[in-house]
């Protein structure tokens, strides 16, 4: 009988910030043979050493081939950790890249749940209810040239700062052209930065959409946009 073990990939996320990393993840990453990852600080590097970890910082690389340095150092150790922040496997390239990369050679692939963003920005909205007919969740980066509005439903708009990169200037003023056309100019939006290893703080700015485009500058990767229902109670 074969004792050879399998190789094992942790996907894991700290949370929103250090603290927030739950026992679940230390618990994997204690029994890691090294921690990767694309987003550590001083402070959490020292935290993790603090675990007798071994830890790689990678740097200035595409997701792509941030995935394919991680699955191949599979040929010198057994266990690995990918560890990010926020919500590990949404709307992150890194790791639905590094999930494919790793399916590929067969290793075995285990994805631990983090505390979410949407909590997050739950709380900070105060929501406790959404429209008669649901929220919708919409990332902007896959239908950027021609974004979908559905003044009906409580929307989130995630990804919403590619709207502002460079070379998106049309696309971001149809956008705002969709969304001044589709509501009422007294409807609300909400721009959502949640604290994380990225912003010490929470920013909420609130508006009309009468005024969007004033405050459209102040999107960025990390901003999401949240509209209610125009009918919404």
Same mark, same amino acid.
């Given at each position: 009988?074969?004792t050879?073990? !399998?190789k094992?990939?942790i996907i894991c996320s700290l949370?929103?910030? !250090? %603290?927030?990393?739950?026992?679940?993840?230390?618990?994997?990453?204690k029994?890691c043979?090294?921690?990767?990852s694309h987003?550590?600080d001083g402070e959490?590097?020292?935290? +993790?050493?603090?675990?007798?970890v071994r830890?790689?910082?990678?740097? %200035?690389l595409k997701p792509?081939?941030?995935?394919?340095?991680?699955?191949s150092a599979? !040929?010198?150790?057994?266990?690995?950790?990918?560890?990010? =922040?926020? #919500?590990p496997?949404?709307? #992150?390239?890194?790791?639905g890249y590094?999930?494919?990369?790793?399916?590929k050679t067969?290793?075995?692939?285990i994805?631990? %749940?983090a505390?979410?963003?949407f909590?997050?920005?739950i709380?900070?909205l105060?929501?406790?209810k959404?429209s008669?007919?649901?929220i919708r969740v919409v990332?902007? *980066?896959?239908?950027?040239?021609?974004?979908?509005v559905t003044p009906?439903?409580?929307t989130?708009?995630?990804?919403?700062?590619? +709207?502002n990169? !460079?070379?998106?200037?049309k696309y971001k003023n %149809?956008f705002?052209k969709k969304?001044?056309?589709? =509501?009422t100019q007294s409807?609300?939006?909400f721009?959502?930065?949640t604290?994380s290893?990225a912003?010490?703080?929470?920013t909420?700015?609130?508006? #009309?959409?009468s005024?969007?485009?004033k405050?459209?500058?102040?999107? #960025?990767?990390? @901003? @999401?946009?949240f509209?209610? *229902?125009?009918n919404?109670?």
């Amino acid at each position: 009988m074969s004792t050879h073990k !399998k190789k094992e990939l942790i996907i894991c996320s700290l949370g929103l910030f !250090k %603290n927030q990393c739950t026992l679940e993840v230390l618990a994997h990453i204690k029994t890691c043979d090294i921690v990767f990852s694309h987003m550590l600080d001083g402070e959490i590097s020292r935290f +993790l050493k603090k675990l007798s970890v071994r830890i790689k910082i990678i740097k %200035n690389l595409k997701p792509d081939k941030t995935a394919q340095a991680v699955v191949s150092a599979f !040929k010198e150790f057994d266990k690995i950790c990918f560890l990010t =922040y926020g #919500n590990p496997m949404f709307l #992150n390239a890194t790791t639905g890249y590094l999930k494919k990369e790793a399916l590929k050679t067969g290793v075995k692939i285990i994805v631990l %749940n983090a505390v979410s963003s949407f909590d997050a920005i739950i709380s900070l909205l105060g929501l406790c209810k959404f429209s008669d007919i649901g929220i919708r969740v919409v990332d902007i *980066a896959s239908c950027i040239k021609d974004v979908v509005v559905t003044p009906e439903m409580d929307t989130l708009f995630f990804m919403a700062g590619d +709207l502002n990169l !460079k070379g998106n200037e049309k696309y971001k003023n %149809n956008f705002i052209k969709k969304l001044m056309a589709a =509501y009422t100019q007294s409807a609300e939006f909400f721009m959502i930065d949640t604290k994380s290893i990225a912003t010490n703080s929470d920013t909420l700015i609130k508006g #009309n959409i009468s005024d969007l485009d004033k405050y459209f500058s102040k999107v #960025n990767e990390r @901003t @999401t946009l949240f509209l209610p *229902a125009i009918n919404s109670k």
